[in-house]
């Protein structure tokens, strides 16, 4: 007699919603994974500090230096201390004080810096009719500092445009001539020959060079009444 196969058991059903699970199914095991450590930070070495250096002390002037009507510990400029510096007048005018020379640094300039120059003209006791010098203050400077090596021979003062009814200009014309010593010049000018002025207004171009062939140039208006 042959065997038969026994029928294919047919899958359960669910009931409405639900699924069953399979019974021999087991559930998937979670390995644990060891965590990682940081791996630790390397110090740096610390950076070498540099030395302090000591404090430097001001070489102390002598006492002759310190201003009198101040503390004691404050310093002041060797020129400024001990009062104003001694002046001497100069010849022959007792009211103009001439400076010191000494006082007035003279710097190294470059040759090629030009000299600057400023004049200002004032008929002074020069009037109409009359032949009395009239004044023209002359400013040199090079640089910003004043030039105060100059003498009569570096100026040369030329008049230009003469006034109608003027017998005579007073080009070159120069009878004082004053240094002061703090690169101001006192210039006196007067007609040629003892003319007289004329009432009007007189242009002068004024010219100046220095002993290391420096020059400058400038104009000044006189007026005459």
């Known amino acids: 007699m042959a065997k038969t196969s026994a029928p294919a058991k047919k899958p359960l059903k669910a009931p409405l919603g639900k699924s069953i699970a399979n019974p021999k199914a087991r559930p998937p095991v979670l390995l644990k994974t060891p965590a990682k450590k940081p791996a630790p930070i390397a110090k740096r070495p610390p950076l070498p500090t540099k030395p302090t250096p000591a404090p430097k002390t001001l070489p102390q002037l002598p006492n002759a230096h310190i201003h009198p009507t101040r503390d004691t510990s404050s310093q002041v400029d060797p020129l400024l201390a001990g009062g104003p510096p001694n002046m001497k007048l100069a010849s022959g005018h007792d009211r103009d004080a001439q400076l010191p020379t000494t006082l007035v640094p003279k710097p190294l300039l470059p040759a090629a810096v030009p ?19 009239a004044n023209i203050l002359v400013l040199v400077s090079c640089g910003g500092w004043p030039v105060v090596d100059l003498s009569e021979d570096h100026f040369s003062i030329m008049e230009h445009f003469e006034v109608p009814g003027q017998t005579a200009p007073f080009s070159n014309n120069i009878v004082s001539f004053r240094n002061n010593g703090s690169g101001a010049y006192l210039i006196q000018v007067r007609p040629i020959g003892g003319a007289h002025w004329v009432s009007g207004q007189y242009l002068a171009q004024i010219l100046v060079f220095s002993p290391d062939e420096r020059h400058g140039q400038t104009s000044a208006k006189l007026i005459v009444r």
Request: no cysteine; hydrophobic share 35%; charged share 0%.
């Open 115 to 133: 000299l600057t120059v400023h004049a200002q003209a004032v008929p002074g006791a020069a009037h109409h009719g009359n032949s009395q010098p």
